[in-house]
Structure formats: C-alpha cells, structure tokens
C-alpha cells in the first residue's frame, strides 16, 4: 500500500514537473519567436532606414546638382561682367557665394533626414567637388576669355589706328601729288610765268610748313618727305628759269630769320614785297624781323599792312599785338589779342600773350583765367604755371602758388628760376630752411648765378647761422662783384658779427649802386660813421 502511494505520488510528481516544463517551454518558444519577431521589426526598420537614407542622399545630390547647374548658368550669364571687374575680385565673391549657399542647404538637408556622421561627410565631400570642378572651369574659361577679349580690343584699336594713319597718309599724298602735278602742267604750259608758280607753290609750303595748321599735318608732313622734296626739285627747276621771284625771296628771308639774321633777312622780305606787293606772309616775317631789331613803328606799319591784304589773317594780329605789348601800348595790344583769339579759339601764344597783358595792367584775376585757359589747352605749357604762380604769389596766394611752381618742376626739373621763386615764397611763409634746400638746387643747376647765393644768405641769416650766410654772399661777389643785393647782405652779416665800420661800408656800396633800402640801415646804424 505503501509503494502504491509512493508510487502515485511519484508519478503525480513528476506529472506536475512535465507540466510546469512543459509551461517553462512555452513561455520560453513564445519569447523566442517574440524575439524572432523584433528581430525581423528591427530589420524591417534598417531596411528602411537604409532606404530613406538612400532616399534622401539622392534627393540632395540631385538638389545639389541642380543648384551647380543654376550656379554655372548665372556665372555664364555675367561672365562679361567678371571680365570688368576683374578674375580676383570676382573668383572670391562667387567662392565664398557658392560655399555659403551650397553648405546652407546641404546642412539644412542632412540635418533633417541624416543623422550619421558618416553620411554628412560623404554628402559634403560629393557637394564641394562639383564646385571645385566649375570654379576651376570658371578660371579657366575667364583667362581663355580675358586674354581673347584683349588681344581682340588691342587688335581693333590697332586697326582703327592703322585705318586713320593710312586714310590721312593717302589724303595727304593725293593733295600733294595733285597739287604737284597741276605745278608741272603749269611749268609745262607757261615756261614763261614761272614767277606765279613759284607762288602757288609757296602757298602750298606756307599752309604745310610755316602756318602749322595743326600737329597732325605737321606730322604727316615728316612722314612724306618725299612729296615734299618734289615739291623742291619743282621749286629749284622754276629758280633755274626765274631766279628773282617774290617766293625765292620769301624763302630766303625766313631762312635768315631763321638763323637771327634779321638785317639779311628784311633785305630778302623787301625784294619779295617789290616783286609781289599782296605778298602778305613777306609782311608779317619783315615784321618780325623789325620786331627783334626793335623797329617797333616800322613793324607795326608791316602789320598793318598784312592786316588790310587778309583780314582774317590771326598771325599778322597776333605780331602787331607783341608789338604794342613791347611799346607799353597795352590796351591796343589786348585788342589785338582778342582778334587772334577770335580768329582762332585754340590760339595758345594769343591767350598766353594776353596774359601777360593783363598782368601788367594788374588785371590778376584776368591774367590768372588766360592763363588758365592756355593750360587746359595745353596741360605741359610750363611758363604758364610758372605765370600763374608769380600773380598767385603777388596776391599772397602763397600755398596755389607753390603748387604751380610744384607743377612747374615737375615738368622741368631743370628749371632755375621755378626753385629760386618758389624758394623766396617759402621765405615769406617763415619756412626758412626749406627756401635754403630750393636755393640750394637753383645754385646746383647754376653756379654761375649769384642770385641764389644771396637769396641763400638771407635765409641763413634768418635761422642765424652767419657762417654759411657769409660763405654765400662771397660767393655771389665773387661771381659778380657790383651786386648791390650782395653787399646790402654783407652789410647785415658784419653788423651780426658787430663789425660796425664794415657793415657801413657794405651798405653804402649797396646805396651806391643803386639798393635804395640800404639807406634805412645807414640812417639806424651809421649815422656817425
């Protein structure tokens, strides 16, 4: 009875421990397949993640791709634009653009669909080579076309310059040969007249070589030579048959004129005028050549002359005017002025002319817009700024006066009178040892001038240094020894020194050739003496 119990409690035993297995199996296969389950949710969802990775790298890269294209169209568009403003300006402003942009919206795009590290610098290395690419491409086609728009330019303006050079060449040569020619036929026709073509033959020389219309004949004239000897191997056949006609003799004239001759060359002009008496330019060379003889009322009387045969003739003005202005006749010569100037409205010696005119007749502010106007005309006219400056300095305009003396040496470093005047200016501003360094290069450029040295004294008598003031004003006697400035600056030296008697001395030297300011100082100092 026992076993039997033991038995069944055995097998009830092990019944309850199969169940409770059997249980323990279940739950265990269950969370295995729950596992199983998860495990294949999870991959589900890496496929997917994978995929929307995937997903979303194309649709940058395309985003990506589409804003390069945009970006190459627009720099294709205003590639004439760089072209102004130039490779290196340009290539870091579309740099910089295109970085910011492309980052902007690579960041904006991966930050919202990316979250490995990883994957972002995939997508920012892919982003930054394309661009590198077309910025490379963009240098690359910018030089190729910079350089083809400038040889292009240098070509056109070269051609355009070889174009009028040529055009003016071949209008000139076809003038002068036809001119030539109806000499010849002339010469041909009328053995007899040669007087009259050597006339026509003059006025053609007057309008290309004497009148100078313009710098531009003047040039093409010393490119045809040629032409021009023609017409002196026509000239020379015609003396041969003639040799007294009013040209030969107008040539002859200038020639002397020339060469300062004067005396030959107003004989010359009065045999031209004696066989031509319209002869108008043998009127205004006779005038200039009574001019520089100071013949001033027979130069006139040739002026007049000239005048009355051609009115219009801006020259035969202009040399009355230089006449009158040397006879002190200022108003008249102003007339005349304003006549050349009518007759010519670029007439620079006319408007420079008047200018000193004007200056003489201490009409400052006129002179200074004459001078002004000579100067816009011509922007290296150097007595012009050196004018301008001496009534600027005269009106105590002390600071534009220096600038136009500035100019003045900038255009003539050699210029002695512009280092001497501007020196004087800086004495009257107290700027004393800055007029020493401009006195200083006058007497470099001359040391044979004695004015510097004693201009030099005084500004070193002023900063009190008598040794070096001494030195100069030997200097300046010794170069010229009746220099009245020279012994007025002694006189003021040897005062300094306390040499009384001496300074005395000094000073009435000065007074006695004529430096009347010395008396001041032998009234003060030497009244006993």
């Not at 997508?123 to 910018?142: C, G, M, R, T």
């Not at 191997?233 to 030969?248: L, N, P, V």
């Not at 000579?374 to 002390?398: N, P, Q, T």
């Amino acid at each position: 009875m026992k076993f039997i119990l033991l038995f069944l409690f055995f097998l009830s035993s092990s019944l309850l421990l199969a169940d409770t297995l059997q249980d323990s199996v279940s739950r265990t296969e269950m969370e295995i397949l729950k596992l199983n389950q998860e495990i294949q949710q999870i991959k589900k969802n890496q496929e997917f993640q994978v995929k929307l990775y995937q997903s979303s790298y194309e649709k940058m890269e395309s985003e990506l791709e589409n804003v390069i294209w945009a970006a190459t169209i627009i720099i294709t568009i205003i590639a004439g634009f760089i072209t102004f403003l130039g490779y290196k300006f340009m290539k870091d402003t579309i740099n910089d653009f295109l970085n910011e942009r492309v980052a902007k919206i690579a960041r904006k795009s991966i930050n919202t669909n990316i979250k490995g590290d990883w994957f972002k610098d995939i997508v920012n290395e892919k982003a930054q080579d394309p661009i590198n690419i077309a910025l490379e491409s963009l240098k690359i086609s910018f030089e190729k076309k910079s350089k083809k728009l400038i040889e292009e330019e240098r070509e056109r303006i070269q051609r355009i310059h070889e174009e009028a050079v040529e055009k003016l060449k071949d209008d000139f040569e076809k003038e002068s040969r036809t001119l030539i020619e109806e000499g010849k036929v002339i010469i041909e026709k009328h053995d007899r007249d040669a007087k009259s073509i050597i006339s026509e033959l003059v006025k053609i020389k007057e309008k290309l070589m004497i009148e100078g219309i313009d710098e531009k004949t003047e040039g093409l004239i010393s490119e045809n030579k040629k032409l021009l000897k023609d017409i002196e191997i026509t000239s020379e056949k015609t003396k041969k048959e003639d040799k007294h006609t009013a040209a030969d003799w107008f040539l002859k004239g200038y020639a002397a004129l020339e060469k300062n001759d004067y005396i030959e060359s107003i004989e010359d002009f009065n045999q031209a005028i004696s066989l031509d008496s319209k002869f108008g330019q043998a009127f205004i060379g006779r005038g200039v050549a009574k001019l520089k003889l100071r013949k001033y009322e027979e130069a006139i009387e040739d002026y007049n002359e000239a005048i009355m045969l051609d009115s219009e003739n801006r020259k035969a003005f202009y040399g009355r005017a230089l006449v009158r202005k040397e006879l002190e006749k200022y108003e008249e010569a102003i007339e005349d002025y304003n006549d050349a100037i009518r007759l010519d409205s670029e007439y620079i010696k006319a408007f420079f002319g008047r200018a000193l005119v004007k200056y003489e007749l201490k009409k400052y502010e006129e002179a200074i817009e004459d001078f002004d106007e000579v100067i816009r005309l011509d922007s290296e006219y150097i007595k012009a700024f050196f004018g301008r400056g001496l009534i600027k300095a005269e009106l105590g305009k002390y600071k534009e006066a220096i600038e136009d003396f500035d100019e003045v040496i900038r255009l003539d470093s050699e210029y002695i009178k512009a280092f001497t005047v501007r020196g004087l200016i800086k004495v009257e501003l107290g700027k004393n040892e800055e007029s020493i360094l401009d006195f200083n290069e006058a007497i470099k450029l001359d040391s044979e001038d004695a004015i510097p040295y004693v201009y030099n004294a005084s500004s070193y008598l002023k900063i009190d240094k008598v040794q070096e003031a001494e030195e100069n004003v030997k200097k300046a006697l010794e170069i010229d020894s009746s220099y009245d400035a020279a012994y007025y600056n002694l006189g003021l030296i040897r005062n300094k020194q306390g040499r009384i008697e001496e300074a005395c001395s000094a000073w009435k030297k000065a007074l006695d050739l004529g430096f009347k300011e010395a008396q001041k100082e032998l009234d003060e100092f030497c009244a006993d003496s």
